[in-house]
């Protein structure tokens, strides 16, 4: 048996992939049913994009907080909201993570320090200030991230966050998760600066720009970022370079992609393929184990869909439950 030449356990690659498999089998399965007209409402996919989510959240507790996007599944799940509920969730039934009444871009869950995912783009990054101000006057050694997607970074909300988080020193990461495209405009199209690097110089910030397609090199430089954070050292924009493997939202002609883009990506620049062959190239951990994980994630995915089926809508009465904080 090699050694391991990874910074993580062979338990914490396993849990890893575990991650984003869920993610990816998770997304897979709804574009499926929300194509069969199962699912109600609108959904955004996060497949291809999971070594961003699950590199960085390997690194928080229940006790540190996110604030998602619309294309929020991911991160709920690498932040460890439970599979089943969000199925529930989305399928717009009681005993979902919102009871039902949130659905794909609301699904939130305050005991796993998940603050929401938002369907308002930047809506996020101020949230993600409130709650890292409140974890620097604890000191317990908190954090809290916020996501935003390419078009969202943007916003005047994450601008205006960026500045008060670097000038308050707050202990918070702003995640710019860069697929390439804000709906059918690029990237390149919509933001003049060709470095998010560049952007949090301009708030006296660092800045980190990974390849988010390889979990490893996100978990190095959001493990860094991180402990900077929890040590005072203030905020850190982390800029992934990722891609999507399905359009914007589901139903999208995808018009505006290049010839053969879809087919590339999902041969060159799937993250979950990536990170097989690095670990079991490495003799660290056999296919086999893996298939196994495989088989629980697809057994786990089975059961959520059949339970959110199976489960009863919110009634009228439910119209007027958990609409105000209970103190
Ligand atoms: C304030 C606001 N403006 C516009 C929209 C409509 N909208 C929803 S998603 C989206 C594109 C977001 O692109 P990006 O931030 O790159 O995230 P991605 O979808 O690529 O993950 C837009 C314009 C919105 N939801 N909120
Ligand atoms: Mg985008």
């Known amino acids: 048996m090699a050694g391991n030449p990874f910074s993580l356990t062979k338990g914490q690659l396993l849990e890893a992939y575990r991650k984003m498999k869920t993610i990816r089998e998770f997304e897979e399965r709804l574009h499926v049913d929300f194509g069969r007209g199962d699912i109600p409402g609108f959904v955004h996919l996060y497949a291809g994009e999971e070594a961003s989510a699950t590199g960085i959240m390997a690194h928080l507790g229940d006790g540190d907080r996110i604030a998602s996007t619309h294309r929020g599944h991911g991160h709920c799940i690498a932040k460890g909201v439970d599979v089943i509920e969000m199925m529930k969730e989305i399928y717009g039934k009681k005993g979902g993570s919102c009871n039902g009444k949130g659905g794909s871009m609301h699904i939130a869950d305050l005991s796993k320090g998940m603050m929401g995912a938002n369907g308002i783009l930047g809506a996020g990054a101020p949230l993600v200030c409130g709650a890292a101000l409140a974890a620097k006057l604890r000191k317990k050694g908190e954090v809290a991230i916020s996501f935003v997607g390419d078009g969202a970074s943007n916003q005047g909300t994450f601008l205006e966050s960026l500045n008060l988080a670097a000038v308050w020193n707050l202990p918070t990461i702003f995640v710019v998760e860069n697929n390439g495209y804000a709906e059918s405009t690029s990237r390149d199209y919509g933001v003049a600066v060709d470095s998010y690097v560049d952007r949090a110089a301009g708030f006296g910030m660092p800045g980190v720009t990974v390849d988010g397609t390889d979990f490893f090199a996100v978990h190095e430089a959001a493990g860094e970022i991180i402990r900077r954070a929890r040590e005072g050292g203030g905020p850190t924009l982390l800029e992934c370079k990722m891609v999507r493997f399905h359009g914007h939202f589901e139903g999208d002609a995808q018009t505006y992609r290049g ?55 919110p009634t009228l009465a439910d119209l007027t439950t958990d609409v105000y904080v209970k103190y």
């Not at 184990?289 to 809508?313: C, H, S, T």
Request: charged share 40%; proline share 4%.
């Open 259 to 313: 010839p053969g883009e879809l087919e590339d990506i999902r041969v060159n620049k799937d993250c979950l393929k990536k990170f097989t062959a690095e670990v079991t190239e490495s003799g660290v951990i056999a296919a086999s184990e893996l298939k196994a994980i495989d088989d629980e994630v697809m057994e786990l995915i089975e059961k959520a869909v059949r339970e959110a089926k199976a489960a009863p809508l």
